[in-house]
């Protein structure tokens, strides 16, 4: 099975999100952005099987940066966070949060899959692998909502995460920092 095929059956299996009325008060409060503004971020919402993967994927490629500047603009100015326990809001606070999460998550590396997609939302599934100062490996898995505003920015993100310790000869993730290779296992190739 190749990744294509992963991310298609994983979304096909998963069936659609279900609304929330925190969701609804946010579609409401949203501004109306212009598809062909510079501010839009491609792909857009209504999101296909093709558009939600490909969103994952850049999504992926932001965070694998570990770029905290580059990886807040995907994000409304006003974007609202639940990471773990930590509440975050606007880019001013994600730029704070990620500098702070990778300079203690050290080699970073990440892989994002589609869960499921409906509309201008996305739910994926990840897992990343990272160490800490005293060389102690790990392996976080978890699962996140996102939700869009029309201009392809993520509006609101909801991040459940368990850290499970592994050792340095168990970890999957041995690219390069930076960018996955595309002929990189997909977290289902890898039966993660």
């Known amino acids: 099975m190749n990744r294509r095929t992963a991310l298609s059956g994983a979304a096909a299996l998963a069936g659609t999100l279900v609304a929330s009325p925190l969701a609804s008060a946010q579609d409401a409060k949203a501004p109306p952005a212009q598809k062909g503004s510079p501010m839009a971020r491609p792909p857009l919402p209504p999101f296909t099987k093709e558009t939600a993967a490909q969103k994952v994927r850049a ?3 932001g965070w ?7 990886v807040s603009l995907a994000y409304t100015e006003d ?11 606007g880019r ?16 970073y590396r990440l892989i994002k899959e589609v869960w499921a997609h409906d509309g201008n939302r996305i739910a994926v599934r990840f897992a990343y692998e990272w160490h800490d100062d005293s060389g102690q490996w790990y392996r976080s898995y978890g699962n996140e909502n996102w939700q869009f505003d029309e201009a392809g920015l993520m509006a609101t993100r ?14 999957k993730f041995r690219w390069p920092l930076g960018t996955r290779p595309a002929d990189h296992p997909s977290l289902s190739e890898l039966g993660l």
């Open 59 to 61: 999504a992926e490629d």
């Open 64 to 70: 694998n940066s570990r770029d905290p500047q580059r």
């Open 79 to 89: 974007s609202t966070w639940r990471n773990r326990a930590e509440f975050v809001t």
């Open 92 to 107: 001013a606070q994600i730029v704070e949060f990620l500098s702070r999460k990778w300079r203690r998550e050290l080699d």
């Open 158 to 171: 909801f991040a459940s995460i368990n850290d499970l310790p592994i050792a340095e000869t168990d970890r």
